[in-house]
Every structure is written in structure tokens, then in C-alpha cells.
């Protein structure tokens, strides 16, 4: 094959807008760049002059699938920056919501949108005639997902009953006790869940590269809602030197910012938190961890979306656990902590389901935001993804030009970028 | 098992697109109606699959939603499932993107559709980036309420 142009505008089944251009000549690669094409949305603009109330709530429509994972890490900016120091049980009902979110994002991507590569089936719209029980049983754990976040924040998505220092309201001990049952239940749904992946992981391309994987740590657990920065390559660092380790740039062909620390680029999210973390996970998660032979440090993008699944049992068997705490020292009504509004910086971190997001705030004494700086999961992942299509495009070159395309469009997939939004109409022919 | 509710009246629609918005927008004058008991008004907004978990709870849904049927802007048709069939080309570039006839069609699949359900569409004219809907489909509304409500009476059971 002499020439190859392969240009994948707005690549589907992804949240957003992104494109794939590799030109080949004479088998040489010419281009080859991983294109953000989405408009800029100026959220750290329009948090200056906010009172830092309403941050969580702002922040939290950055995304649909990560409202919850923006909320906390707003709240968690705001409480640094004004000596909150919330209660325990806060803390644990904070780590069930974000485990809810956390189950419905994974079993979104890997169920809905990666699933129909690995039965190359164009959509999950064909896959509910050829594979129905997987289909239902991937809705069971995208149900169970969304009720859990309603219970915990009020609602599915855009969390409403998140606040400095607290809840505005909290799930009753009945309705933490239905949870765990449904929670149990839902094991043996996502053991077969996790068992048809393995059974077509042999459809994922064989791929590695080397690279750096950052993600928070902590000796205590599986590192999600508290942590420190942790690297595979330069150990741990405080959550304060977040701009030192991603090290924001731009690049001419894309409008979302890349970054890189110790090396050329860096991977953030469900891989990066099993290659730092993976002693931490649950016993059903080790357990399916060592079914597909994953170990840490794994360097396979694709194995991103395993991670997200054996993530999905961890926070389900971690939510039980929880919720036996919280039901151990019995629920406190009225345990919000009080605070006064005061001037001062603060950093937020939190692992949302795509990777590492950092919130940084400023406010005056008024508690008005004077300065906002947020660094997103998928930003640091740009440049990693384009890193590796510049060494996997060259392993394709004897394939396809559809093989290729579709190669290079699930190795963004597996990053599970989420840049995003669209329409919603109907689109139909009366029958005769 | 739950038991199924009576009747819920969702809207299905992105107020951010133009015309996609009048789902919504026929919701909003609909709440301002005195309706029977027992009717839930509900924005579906950009919900994708998470439509599938809502309309599980119901006997009987009314969709309102913008629908290309090739008719003139502002056309309001009532139609059932299999009254259609889908000839929209999805873009496949998220979950936010819905396609109402594949969500009905997977919930009947998985044997969770509600027994009754009616779309009640508007053609739009535009959808595009825009807060706005075009000025056919804002003197549709009365009409399309008017028709909701029609459906209500006629598939409502006390």
C-alpha cells in the first residue's frame, strides 16, 4: 500500500468532539496527530466573582458523567481554602457517592461503548438482538450505578445535596441497608459481566508502550476520594505541587491543553490508579485481576478498560464496606461541620473515573472566588494517547485502511476521553 | 417488583440546540395546566440510556419530542411505536445522543416497556446551536399541550 490518508472526523463513541488524521506515504507516516476539536468553556472565567457556595454546583456541570467527581473535588478546594475539616461520616457517605459515579461512568464506556468493539458491532443499539443477556445485564449494573448516585446526592447526575462541610440531606439507615442488599445482589450480574469481557479480550489489539502513570495514592485504600500525587516514575508529591507535575501546554492543532511530567507524556485513570494501587483493591477485584493476567505496572492502554471493570467490583464490594461502617456507629442527623467564610487558597484532588482532577481556588474575605484553576482527566491524557498512535499507527500499516481506522478509533476509546455534547431528535418514516 | 406508576408525561430534548428544545419547552407550559392525579411530568433532557431506567417505572408514557416526520415546521403528529420506524442516522458520538425509537425498542426487547406509549412530535425547522426555538415551533406549543393533554384523557386510567 502506497498511500494511506485516513482522517476520522469526530470520532464516535466518545463523549465529544475529537479527530484522527494519519497520512502514509511509501510506507512512511507523514502526519499522525489526535485532534480536540471542542470549543474552549471558560469555566475558570466565570468562577471569578462566585460565592463559594455555589462552586460545587458550577463545577459539577463541567460534566455529565463526572458531576459528582467535580462536585467533590470542588468542595474539597473550598474546604482547604477555609480550614473545613469535615466529619468522618462525611467523609464515608462522600466516598459511596463517588463509588457511585464511579460504577455508572465504567460500566458506561465499557459496557455501552467499548463492548460493540469487542463484538464489532457498530453501536450497543444491533448488540440488543445478537447478545440480549449481555445487554440486560450491563442496564442491571448502569441501574443499580445511577440509583445509587440519586440516593446519595440527591440525584443521577449534577449532585444537589453536596455543601461545604456536609449533605443538605443524607440517605436514611433503611435506605443504606436496601443499598447494600441491592449491592450484594449485583455481584454475581457483574462477575458475568466481567466474564464475557474476558471471554473477547482477545479482540483488544496487543499493544504496549512505556510511559508514566499518575494517579492519587495512599497506604490506607484504593486511593479514589483522598490522596497524594503519585507517579510510577518519581514516587509521591503533595497535592499542592499539582501544576508542577502537569505541567500545562498548548499545541497548535488542538484546543484542549497537553501536558507531560517526567517524560513525553503521562497516563491518568483507571490504569494509572491499578498500576499505582493495585495491593489496595477489593479480593473479587484481585481476583479477576489475576483471570485476565493483569499486573502492575501494566504499559497497555487497552487494559484501561479492564481496569475500569475490575474498578466497577471494587466499588461495589468497597461501598458494602461502607455502608457497614457508617451502620456500626450509627447515622448522626446534624453533622455538618459549621465554618466561617475567610480569605485563602485551596487545591482540591480527587480520582474521578477518567483520572486525576485537580480544583484550585482562591477567595477573597467575602468567600468570593477571585481565581480558578481546574486540571481535567482528559487533558492529561491527550498527550499519551498521541504518543502511542505515533508507535502503534506504525504496527498497522500492513492492515486495512478500515482496520486501521478502527485500530486507531479504540485506542482513543480506551482512554475513555469525554470532551463533549449533541441532539436528540427523531428522525423517522411512517410505514406504508 | 416495584409496582408500576400510572402515567408519566416525559419530555426528550436539548434546550441548547434550537428547535430540539420544544420537548422541554411543551413540558414547561404543560406544568402550568391543572392536570389529572397521577400524571408525572418528567425532562428527559439529554438522558440517552438513562431513559431505559425511567420509563421501566410507568404503565403508560406520552414522549413529546421534536421529530423530523418530514413535515412543515411546527407540524404536530401523534403516532405509537409501531406506527414508525427509525430512519435517523445516529452520529454515534455519545451517550447524550438519543435516538427515542432504539430506547422504546430496547425496553420492549428487555421486557420492560411500558404497555401504552404515544409520541406526540413537533417538526422542527432548525436544530443547530441555539438557545432559541424558531417561531413556528413557539405557536405550536398551545396546540401540542392541547394534544398532550387529549392523550392524557384518553390513555389515563383512574
Redesign the interface.
Known sequence: MSKINIAVK?L??????GNIVLNVKDSTIEKIQWQVSEAPRMFESFLRGRPHHQMSHITSRIC?ICSIGHALCSLKATEAAMGIKVSEQTILLRKIALHGENMQSHI?HVG??VAPDLFRA????PM??TH?HT??KI?KL??LA??MSDLMCGR??HPITLMPGGFTAIPSEKQLKDLKQRLIDIIPVCDDVIQTVLDNAHMLPDFSRETEYIALTTDEEYALYDGVIGSTDTGRHPIEEYESIANEFVVPHSTAKFTKHARESYMVGALARFNLNSDKLTSLAKKWAKKFGLKAINYDPFMNNVAQLLEYIHCVEDSIALIDKLLDKGLKKNDNTKYKVRAGRGIGGVEVPRGILFHDYTYNNEGICTKANLVIPTNQNHNNITKDMEIFAPMLLNKSEKEIELNLEMLVRAYDPCI????????????R | MMKKKNLAVIA???E??G??GIGPAILNALSGESLPEGVDLIDGG??G??L??VIKDYNRVIFI??????GVPGEIRV?TPK????????????????????II??SQ??GEAPGIMV?V?VQ?RR?EINTSLSPEIIDAVPQAVKEVISQIKRIRVE
Not at chain 1, 457498530?122 to 443499539?125: I, R
Open positions: 469526530h464516535t463513541r466518545i463523549e465529544g468532539h455529565g458506561l455501552y461503548l457498530g453501536s450497543v443499539f440488543i438482538e440480549t445487554v440486560l442496564i448502569h441501574r445511577n440509583e443521577t447526575t463533549s455534547c449533541s441532539t436528540h431528535y427523531l428522525k423517522v418514516e411512517f410505514k | 426528550v430534548g436539548n441548547l440546540m428547535d430540539d439529554t438522558g440510556m438513562s431505559l431506567h419530542d421534536s421529530g423530523d416526520f418530514g403516532f406506527d414508525v420506524h427509525s430512519i435517523k442516522k445516529m452520529c454515534r458520538y455519545s451517550l447524550h445522543e438519543v435516538d427515542l425509537a432504539e425498542h430496547i426487547k428487555i409520541i412530535a422542527p436544530i
